[in-house]
């Protein structure tokens, strides 16, 4: 079993920054892959951006060169610092695990970029 808690969410104006949080515990080593996804109203939820085990990362194209995801191994805790923000980004976005099992899934936290 792996325990996903996501934080950092809230309310920013377009241009700004906001860095999500996801917290693991549990059955880590069994995870091959983090990511983070979204979920906008009305919309399937969506990849963001992926960390391999390795340290490879991949990117949606609508978050390239914005959006930066990364690790610290000693926290157990994956980040998605999000630049320049925009009103499309407003979503809920939901940290992902994924084991050769199954996958595991946060609450999601809710980012909302508007003026």
């Known amino acids: 079993q792996v325990q996903l808690v996501e934080s950092g969410g809230g309310l920013v104006q377009p241009g700004g920054s906001l860095r999500l949080s996801c917290a693991t515990s549990?059955?880590?080593?069994?995870?091959?892959?983090m990511g983070w996804y979204r979920q906008a109203p009305g919309k399937q939820r969506e990849l963001v951006a992926v960390?391999?085990?390795?340290?490879?990362?991949n990117y949606a194209d609508s978050v390239k060169g914005r959006f930066t995801i990364s690790r610290d191994n000693a926290k157990n805790t994956v980040y998605l610092q999000m630049n320049s923000l925009k009103p499309e980004d407003t979503a809920v976005y939901y940290c992902?695990?994924?084991?050769?099992?199954?996958?595991?899934w946060g609450q999601g936290t809710q980012v909302t970029v508007s003026s």
């Open positions: 960390i391999r085990k390795r340290g490879s990362t």
């Open positions: 992902n695990a994924a084991t050769p099992g199954r996958d595991y």
């Open positions: 549990g059955s880590i080593f069994s995870i091959s892959v």
